[in-house]
């Protein structure tokens, strides 16, 4: 008979999953789902939480988790640990603040209700602390987005006429001239765009002109049918390695 470990491993191997990925999926450690299939329960939780664990795992890996859970039991009892039931019973005793007393409370008792108390206070101090903060937030957004992003919209108006100026006439001039079929793809430095693709070769005589402003990469598969002019003027292949060269604006 298959193992509690041994069940959720052959799961999760069937699932084709890895360790991180079902921690990640879970929200569980990563080294007590290990423990999990290692069939380790040795685990510095309460059992409540080592159930609720082994409860989400079984859901993921679509096992019967009501079944496993049952050999979590026996396990746990079998090491001595207290069970479910017991942990629920354990709950039922907490005092959380009523008046209600057991006879043999005593003064630890109400020292205990008023700390509860305390860190319920404290949490509600917490939260209106933190909503504090986030409206703070909103509204230092809300002020950058009226007073700061409105004059920006009126900038394009302010050199709109110098907007109307040709953006050609600074740009460089590339012209590719095939002497024999050859493939060519020339690409943006910058953003990787691709201004020529070199999928199709560029047949004999044919000719391409590339307009650019900023750096250039050119891929050729055969040098020697690839002539070019940079601005208009002739201009030599400076050839790299693995077939391509950079041209500088």
Same mark, same amino acid.
């Given at each position: 008979?298959?193992?509690?470990?041994?069940?959720?491993?052959?799961?999760?191997?069937?699932?084709?999953?890895?360790? !991180? *990925?079902? /921690?990640?999926?879970? &929200?569980?450690?990563?080294?007590?789902?290990?423990?999990?299939? %290692?069939?380790?329960?040795? +685990?510095?939780?309460?059992?409540?939480?080592?159930?609720?664990?082994?409860?989400?795992?079984?859901?993921?890996?679509?096992?019967?988790?009501?079944?496993?859970?049952?050999?979590?039991?026996?396990?746990?009892?079998?090491?001595?640990?207290?069970?479910?039931?017991?942990?629920?019973?354990?709950?039922?005793?907490?005092?959380?603040?009523?008046?209600?007393?057991?006879?043999?409370?005593?003064?630890?008792?109400?020292?205990?209700?008023?700390?509860? !108390? *305390?860190? /319920?206070?404290?949490? &509600?101090?917490?939260?209106?602390?933190?909503?504090?903060?986030? %409206?703070?937030?909103?509204? +230092?957004?809300?002020?950058?987005?009226?007073?700061?992003?409105?004059?920006?919209?009126?900038?394009?108006?302010?050199?709109?006429?110098?907007?109307?100026?040709?953006?050609?006439?600074?740009?460089?001039?590339?012209?590719?001239?095939?002497?024999?079929?050859?493939?060519?793809?020339?690409?943006?430095?910058?953003?990787?765009?691709?201004?020529?693709?070199?999928?199709?070769?560029?047949?004999?005589?044919?000719?391409?002109?590339?307009?650019?402003?900023?750096?250039?990469?050119?891929?050729?598969?055969?040098?020697?049918?690839?002539?070019?002019?940079?601005?208009?003027?002739?201009?030599?292949?400076?050839?790299?390695?693995?077939?391509?060269?950079?041209?500088?604006?």
């Amino acid at each position: 008979m298959q193992t509690i470990g041994e069940r959720l491993e052959e799961a999760r191997k069937r699932k084709g999953v890895s360790i !991180r *990925e079902a /921690a990640e999926s879970t &929200k569980i450690r990563g080294d007590y789902l290990q423990k999990f299939e %290692a069939n380790s329960l040795d +685990i510095d939780l309460p059992p409540l939480y080592l159930r609720g664990f082994i409860r989400t795992y079984a859901k993921f890996l679509d096992l019967d988790s009501e079944r496993l859970l049952g050999d979590v039991d026996a396990a746990l009892a079998r090491e001595g640990k207290p069970q479910r039931r017991e942990h629920r019973e354990a709950l039922g005793r907490v005092d959380f603040g009523g008046e209600t007393r057991s006879p043999d409370s005593g003064e630890p008792a109400a020292n205990a209700s008023r700390a509860a !108390r *305390e860190k /319920a206070m404290m949490i &509600k101090l917490g939260l209106m602390a933190g909503g504090a903060i986030v %409206a703070i937030v909103v509204i +230092i957004l809300l002020i950058n987005v009226i007073f700061f992003r409105s004059p920006a919209k009126s900038a394009p108006q302010a050199n709109a006429p110098t907007a109307t100026q040709p953006a050609a006439s600074t740009d460089n001039v590339l012209t590719l001239i095939a002497k024999g079929p050859v493939r060519v793809k020339v690409m943006r430095v910058s953003n990787n765009q691709v201004l020529l693709d070199g999928m199709s070769a560029l047949a004999t005589g044919e000719t391409k002109i590339i307009r650019y402003t900023d750096k250039l990469k050119v891929t050729v598969d055969d040098p020697a049918k690839l002539a070019m002019e940079l601005n208009g003027r002739r201009a030599e292949l400076p050839i790299q390695q693995y077939g391509y060269f950079f041209i500088e604006p």
